[in-house]
Structure formats: C-alpha cells, structure tokens
C-alpha cells in the first residue's frame, strides 16, 4: 500500500475483506431466513437480539483496531517482530475481555431483555437464542484478533476464505437446529445460535491455528504470550475509544430498538429485516475502511502522509458510488428484499417505508466508516469515537424522539414549548437518514483538516520484547502472504 497507484492497491485489499464481512453477514441473514419459518415471534426475538449481539462484536472490533494501527505501522516501518509481539498480547486481551463479557452477559440475560421491552413469545424466543450467543463470545473474540493481524500485515485474503468455509457450514447446518431436520429435534432460536456457535468454533479454531503456525506475515511466537503491560496499556490506550465507538453503536442500536417496539411486532421484524439489509452495506463500508486503516496505517508508517490521505478518499469515492447504486436497487424492490425473510402484508408494508426512506441514504453511511477507519489507521481512535457518538446520540436519537413520538418539552426560562411531531415509527427511519447526511459532512470536514497524521508507535518499538528469532524461526518471521 505503500508504493504504486492507489486505487487498484485499495481494490485489491479491500475486496477480500468486503467478501469476508458479506460472507459474516451471511449468519445473520441465514438466521433470519430460518427462523422466519419458525415464525414472527421467532423472527422479532432473534431480531430484537441482534443490536445486543453487535455490541459484543463491536467490542472485538474496537480491541483489535488497536492491533490494525499497530501492526500496520510496525510492517510500514520493517519491524515485524515487534507486530508478532502485538498480536500475541492481543490475543490474551481478547480472551481476558471476552471472558468477563461472557459472564456478565449470561447473569444479565434476563434483565437485558426486560430492559429492552420484551415479553411474552418474543421474550421467550430472545432468550433461546441469547443464551448460546454469548457463549460464542470468545470463539468471536479470538477470530477478530486472527483476522486483524493478518489485515495489519496486508493479508486479507486467509480471513475471507475461513469466513467462506465457516459461513457455508452455518448457513447448510442452521436448518437442521432449528428446524429439526434429520435426527435433530426442532429447537428454533436457540437452535440457531447453536449453529452459529459451531460455525464460529471453526473460524476461531483454524485462525489460531494459522497464527502458530506462522507464514502468513505475522507469527505467534508462545513466549510473547507472557503478559506484557506496557504493551496491554497501549492496546488498551489505542483501542478503548474504539470499543467505545463500537459500544456508542451498540447502545444507540438498542435505544432505537427499544422505540420501535412500542409499534408492535411487525415493526420489531421490519425493523430487524431492514438492519439485516443494511448490515451488508455495513460489511462493504467496513471492509473498505479496514483497508483504508491498513493503508493509512503503512503508509504513516513510511513516513508518506499524503498518499495516507489519498488513500482515504480513493476509498470513501468509490464506496459511496457502490452504495448509491445498492440503495437504489433497493428502493425499486422493497416488497421481494423484505418478503425474502417474512412474508407477512404488515412486515412487508412496514418494511417497504424502512427501505424507501433509509437506502437512498446508504452511500453517507459507508462514506462515514470508511473514513472512520482512515482515522483509526493513524491511530486516531478518539476521533471516530467521536464522529459514532455526534451520529448516534447527538444527530439521530434526539430526532427520532422529536419525529415519532407526542409528547411537549418546556425550556425553562424562555418558558418556550417545543411539541414532538407524533408521525409514529415513520420517524424513526427518518432519523437514521439525516444522522447519516450531517455526520459524513462532519467526517469529510473533520478528516481534511490533517490532524491525524503523526501515528502511534516509538521509534524505539516496544517495550519489553525479544527481538531476536531463533534461526529455525526466521523465515517464518521474514515470510508470507504480505500484499503491502
């Protein structure tokens, strides 16, 4: 990424890590699709769970953002052993994090889904498929710290093709938990997070696997799983606003989960059908923003700023066209995307008007995250911490309380009276479109100013690691699959 024109280089880093994320986003969807022969409660449990479930994921995603910046830089600057360091302690720290998650959240299980309104067969259903989701939790967790180490390095091809393998066995295995087809007995939600589990036991499995075995640009040796706590601190230190950011998401996903259910359950699955459907432009944006914080990070690595800069906005360019094009396609066959996962009239009409007012809006979300990970490549995680809060909370809760519900606020002093607007569930779908056209327009406005492009590692590398690799070791180190 450091060298050559970039827009083929942002191609051909990108396109395996968009084929890896639509092919994550297959559990999802073959979820869904399952589950929607179970029924609508069925569908609105799992679909009610799936903003709990991203948190989770998107606490991966922010401990290993670290791991991208730091392996990035230290490939850029030609000091591989201190990125195989880096990734041995990310992968303690996503086991101790994961574990405690894991606990809390099976403890909590109850309270979680009362706190976010459910009840009765949706309850039920939820709990079902909670119950075995958060024991996946590390088996995610190490995954994501097998697939950021190997995207640090400029490897993002070995990822795509274990998500490929895993997510074909999910997608032929989830039918047969929860539908009860051949010798296994129904269990629906719960049966499919089963199938998720054994799916992701695979991927999290063969990445470790892979990273002891070395040759794919980044090893782990096994005596720099001693725990290092200079360099946990700036895991811990560059990937906390990530969490953060993720947990921003996260959160802000449930709140607005929690308004659409007041409007019944065919709101609660067009709800979750629509953000299974935008999930995927999700998986591209994201990709593509991995791979701008792989180039940005290299490239500061370097010491060559301006092509970072030039990366990023290669990038963000052609994944908003990409997501133009998708959102329209969208508008134009809303009642077949929809029916896809529950053919009900009331889920289809609700779900049409999700898509008629949030798709055209698509290619400002992409354009966001991939210059969130622009920022996250430099190692400016506060900053797209930043730019996931200003969307969430600032941009798109207020609005949609003020769009979809009757109440009146009184501001003191003035004694002036501001009365929401009462256009019911319709305000909700409004809100995700403006938050999404304000926040790039900050993103786009944030990024140029250039104040992002000092990067985060020491001259001196790390602390407390033994650069010197047994010669039996050195091609391992030296070698790989490196596209940089």
Known sequence: MTTGAIAPKVLALSWPLVLGNLLQTAYNLADIFWVGRVGSDAVAGVSLMFPLSWMFVSTAVGLTAATIALVSQYVGADERRQADHVVAQTVLLA?????????????????????????????????????????????????????????????????????FISAGVNVVIDPFFILGWGPLPAMGTRGA?????????????????????????????????????????????????????????????????????????????????GIRLMSVTWSVAGAVGQAAATGVGQNLGADTPDRASRVTWVATGGTMAMLFVAGGICVLIPELLIGLFDDSSDTVAEGRTFLYVIAPFWGFFGGTMVIQGGFRGAGQTKVAMALSILARWVFRIPIALALAFSFTLTIPVVDIQLRALDLGVVGIWASFAVGAFVTFLLAAFWFRLGRWADGVIDDEGGAGVDTEVPETETADAETGNVDS
């Not at 894991?102 to 009765?120: D, I, K, P, Q, Y």
């Not at 190490?142 to 190997?150: D, G, S, T, V, Y």
């Not at 607005?256 to 067009?270: D, E, L, R």
């Open 193 to 273: 997070g089963w199938a998720t589990f054994l799916s992701r036991a695979l991927a999290a499995g063969t990445g470790v696997f892979i990273l002891l075995r070395g040759g794919f640009g980044v090893k782990i040796y096994l005596r720099d799983l001693v725990p290092d706590p200079t360099l946990l601190k700036k895991l811990v230190d560059v990937g906390y606003p990530a969490t953060l950011d993720g947990w921003a998401r996260s959160f802000a996903s449930v709140a607005m989960a929690a308004f659409v259910t007041p409007f019944g359950t065919a709101a609660i699955a067009a709800y979750g059908i």
């Open 95 to 163: 086991l101790g994090v994961s574990a405690v998650l894991t606990s809390l959240g099976f403890v909590f299980r109850g309270e979680l889904l009362t706190l976010m309104g459910a009840e009765g067969a949706v309850y039920d259903a939820a709990l079902d498929y909670i119950e075995v989701i958060f024991l996946t939790l590390p088996l995610t967790f190490l995954f994501f710290a097998f697939r950021a180490a190997l995207q640090g390095a400029g490897d993002t091809r070995t990822a795509m093709w274990l998500v």
